[in-house]
């Protein structure tokens, strides 16, 4: 008999990491609990509490590999410009000989475990398949949770060669010798020594996003940095928001929010936490699918007050990483709203006390069902997707952009993802705080050359016809005393509120220089304990601190040279433009 693309392509990838054995997982309950006995064995993960936390895991990883490593994250493209000014790059040969010679006998003594799987709803026409072969059974029970794993997924496989196939060996977890690196033009993803959850997930950041982003461009279609929520509004009808905010910036959380309007019949319904996938549907839409099937989502800062769907969720069939966890054997974190316990065990595993940090790895994670939120749209796993009336991006910004505001029209919008800046956090290594420009909060997950990527969205926009109208919000905006301005959380729903309205025609605004700003009377306030000058002071728009956002974004477009699309610079010359007419008038009347 012929063997299959995919017997190929494992026996291959079996010679080069020499395996004790290879097991082709099915997805069983059986296999599972096989699969998380020998993470247990490993010695890095422990069970918790089967009371109170039936079913969950606490999995230790080595300290110095708590995070995506950009800067050990490649696209390796025959020619340095197709993965562009803001992608590392190696030739794809040259990537094969480094990576290769990594590999070679990466798995002696260990099991090569093999994942077929699909991203998306085993029956959605959007959905695609990877293959991930794994020697960390970590790796392997959380892409269980992440994706429809096993049987599912080799069956729409069969004899196909219709997969990405990705290898993934945590090697020695040395960081000299850890590579992440995408083939765009094969399909295929290479990483080795990380097992954190964006670099050895292969589904999630290398698939869905860095590959399937190449994938939609080439096929017409979007693979985004995006929540995916359903605002449901009085009467029942349910509008539905793509939403691109830069790691760890609050998707989650937006996502799965409990409504501080839900008396008044506003109620937000989680399709998705991080990544929409989106093709144009007959009825003229984008129509978006959520292609994983759980969360996996940073623990500290979540709490009763600020995430109260995922808390529920957490309750079971939960793997948590990097969690401090308690002597009863709970998991614990900053923010989860209860004091930290006597007799503490941090992050590390070593009794905790103050003197040691916070206890919690700041991007400890939580990988758990979708399902198991409360808060899950009964659309979640529609086939046809959810059709997406408003895209928002959103970053964290101290100054600069206002509580939300929309752009004129669809090449105005592209131009406000492509000057999307945000500050960093913990998801990846580096420094914190600092702000950088993520356009489409896309920055560490674009496939190829990001100019490009902003004429792909640019001719979407003419192809779709009837577009999602595009919003920028900040939930971050800081006083003069630097407090936040906005509460955020679930008041955040009286922003989607004005969006919606937006999107259906109503919604009072004012128009600005950067986009339409809502009027205040136009913001559904009551109840909320916010000053006038707090609001007048989150929707301002200061040409001053405008004009030296746009040098900025001027010197990051600098870098793409003349692959920019034209459309990119006219966008920032009329905004240039309307800044200096509103400076000028301003200080006319002063
Ligand atoms: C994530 C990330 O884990 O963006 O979703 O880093
Ligand atoms: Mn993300």
Redesign the pocket.
């Known amino acids: 008999m012929v063997a299959t693309p995919l017997e190929n392509w494992v026996e291959e990838a079996a010679r080069l990491t020499k395996p004790d054995q290879v097991v082709c997982c099915d997805g069983s309950d059986d296999e599972n609990e096989r699969i998380l006995e020998e993470m247990l064995r490993d010695g890095d993960s422990e069970t918790l509490n089967e009371k109170t936390h039936p079913n969950c895991y606490l999995h230790r990883s080595s300290p110095n590999d708590v995070?995506?490593t950009e800067h050990l994250t490649f696209i390796c493209t025959p020619e340095q410009d197709d993965a562009g000014p803001t992608n590392n790059w190696m030739d794809p040969g040259a990537a094969k000989h480094k990576l290769g010679a990594l590999f070679d006998g990466a798995m002696r003594g260990r099991t090569m475990y093999v994942v077929p799987y699909i991203m998306g709803p085993a029956n959605s026409p959007i959905s695609k398949v990877g293959v991930e072969a794994t020697d960390s059974p970590y790796v392997v029970a959380n892409m269980r949770i992440m994706s429809r794993m096993g049987k599912v997924a080799m069956e729409r496989i069969g004899a196909s060669a219709d997969f990405v196939p990705g290898l993934h060996s945590i090697g020695d977890l040395d960081p000299l010798r850890r590579y992440i690196a995408h083939f765009p033009e094969e399909k295929l993803i290479w990483s080795v020594g990380s097992g954190y959850?964006?670099n050895a997930l292969l589904g999630?950041?290398c698939f869905a996003l860095r590959i399937a982003s190449v994938m939609a461009r080439e096929q017409g279609w979007m693979a985004e940095?995006m929540l995916i929520l359903g605002l449901e509004s009085p009467g029942g009808k349910v509008t539905y928001m793509g939403a691109a905010f830069?790691?760890?910036c609050g998707?989650t959380n937006l996502a799965m929010m409990v409504s501080a309007l839900q008396d008044q019949g506003y109620r937000v319904w989680t399709v998705g936490d991080?990544?929409a996938w989106m093709k144009i549907a007959d009825d003229g839409y984008l129509h978006a699918i959520n292609p994983e099937s759980g969360f996996?989502?940073?623990a500290p800062g979540t709490g009763m007050l600020t995430n109260p769907n995922v808390m529920a969720a957490l309750r079971k069939n939960t793997i948590f990483t990097n969690t401090a966890v308690t002597p009863e054997r709970e998991p614990w974190w900053e923010g989860i709203g209860t004091p930290p316990p006597a007799g503490l065990i941090n992050w590390k595993g070593e009794t905790w006390d103050s003197s040691k940090g916070p206890a919690a790895h700041p991007n400890a994670?939580y990988t758990v069902p979708a399902w198991q939120s409360p808060s899950i749209s009964p659309k979640w796993e529609a086939p046809e997707g959810v059709p997406i009336s408003a895209f928002i991006f959103g970053g964290r910004r101290a100054r600069v952009a206002p509580l939300v505001y929309e752009s004129f029209d669809w090449q105005h919008g592209v131009f406000v993802g492509a000057t999307m800046a945000s500050e960093t956090t913990a998801?990846?290594t580096g420094n914190v705080g600092v702000v950088r420009r993520d356009p489409m909060?896309m920055l560490?997950?674009c496939g190829y050359n990001m100019a490009d990527y902003f004429r792909h969205w640019l001719e979407m926009g003419k192809r779709i016809p009837h577009p999602p109208k595009i919003f920028h919000v900040n939930w971050f905006r800081r006083g003069a005393d630097g407090n936040f301005l906005w509460p955020g959380y679930g008041e955040n729903v009286r922003v989607l509120k004005w969006i919606l309205e937006r999107v259906e025609g109503r919604g009072d605004a004012e128009e600005s220089p950067v986009g339409f700003v809502p009027r205040r009377k136009a913001l559904t306030l009551d109840g909320l304990k916010i000053s006038h000058e707090a609001i007048e002071e989150l929707l301002r728009v200061n040409p001053e601190d405008w004009e030296d956002d746009l040098a900025d974004s001027k010197q990051f477009f600098q870098k793409f040279g003349n692959r920019l699309p034209e459309e990119i610079r006219e966008e920032h010359e009329k905004l240039s433009r309307r800044l200096s007419t509103e400076g000028a008038s301003a200080s006319m009347a002063r």
């Open positions: 995070a995506r959850g964006g999630k950041k940095h830069p790691s760890a998707k991080d990544i996996f989502g940073v994670r998801a990846a909060a560490p997950f």
